[in-house]
Nanobody, 118 residues
Framework: QVQVTESGGGLVQTGGSLRLSCAAS????????MAWYRQAPGNERELVAK???????TYADSVKGRLTIFRDIAKNTADLQMNSQEPADTAVYYC????????????WGQGTQVTVST
């Protein structure tokens, strides 16, 4: 079993910054990727940033240049630095890790609320 824990959410003004942290622990053998998703009220969960084992990093178009994912492979952590925040960034942010052994397994954190005020 793998546990995923997020922290760092909160309230920030437009143009401000927040840093979210994610730590995965447990039976982790090989990590395919770690990622951050978000879900705003009434919307589907969407990918924000993804850091793959092959070194490829992917961002949603709406966050490019403002949000940065920092991955520590040895510690199985993935932080999300959020700068120049906009009200549209308001959502619950979820950390996601995919690990693989005989097959691929997906694990999610409980989510952390980020609210950007105008």
């Amino acid at each position: 079993q793998v546990q995923v824990t997020e922290s760092g959410g909160g309230l920030v003004q437009t143009g401000g910054s927040l840093r979210l942290s994610c730590a995965a622990s447990g039976n982790i053998y090989s990590v395919n990727y770690m990622a951050w998703y978000r879900q705003a009220p009434g919307n589907e969960r969407e990918l924000v940033a993804k850091s793959a084992a092959n070194g490829i990093i992917t961002y949603a178009d709406s966050v490019k240049g403002r949000l940065t994912i920092f991955r520590d492979i040895a510690k199985n952590t993935a932080d999300l630095q959020m700068n120049s925040q906009e009200p549209a960034d308001t959502a619950v942010y979820y950390c996601h890790i995919q690990v693989y052994g005989s097959m691929r397994y997906n694990y999610w954190g409980q989510g952390t609320q980020v609210t950007v005020s105008t």
